[in-house]
């Protein structure tokens, strides 16, 4: 019986990603990016924000269609529960961004994946936000992600992908990373 090796497609474009990658270090003025999004407060704890448009490659660009989203707070906080809570948001970031570069990875090494899934869980003390206890932060204690992965590799395989995902994703670094926050009044 004849063995036929199946070429490995997660659905990544490796060869795009590392074309952008070398046309970055010839003209370094098109990796400045800016993203954008949008929120109006529609009403209580509710608002919906939307995404359209960003600034990259040396110019405006615009999404294939405006993306929105709600947020709310659940009905357990005397709200309406019209969307996830803006603190979900970040963990869904999160775990978007880590579970896409697995899937780069694993496609630039020539590793079949199968399924990917992330479970991306944060402690949160509420008498912070509250302002019932100045002492307690407003924000998570902590933030475990855990993942469950089946792929055409060994388990030092998969864990050197999430290891590099971990390392690429932009939304790993600014949760772990300080970053600067200007708000500001029209």
Known sequence: MAVTNLPVDNGVNVE??????????????????????????????????SVDTFYGFGGEQHHKTTFTY???????????DNGVTPVEYVL???????????????????????????????????????????????????????????ADATSDEIRALVAQSQKRSAVYDAITNPTNITVEVA
Not at 25 to 42: G, H, K, L, M, Y
Not at 70 to 79: E, G, I, M
């Open 16 to 49: 795009a990603l590392l074309g952008v990658r070398d046309a970055l270090a010839d003209t370094p003025e098109i990796a400045q990016f800016q993203w954008r999004a949008t929120c109006s407060w529609v009403k209580g704890t509710h608002s919906k924000s």
């Open 70 to 80: 709600d947020a709310d707070h659940p009905l357990a906080f005397a709200a309406e």
């Open 92 to 150: 869904v970031a999160l775990g978007s961004c880590l579970t896409a570069g697995v899937a780069a990875v694993a496609q630039q090494r020539e590793i079949q994946l199968r399924s990917v899934q992330a479970t991306i869980e944060a402690e949160m003390d509420l008498h912070g936000i509250l302002g019932a206890d100045p002492e307690i932060r407003n924000g998570f204690n902590g933030i475990t992600v855990k993942y469950k992965i089946d």
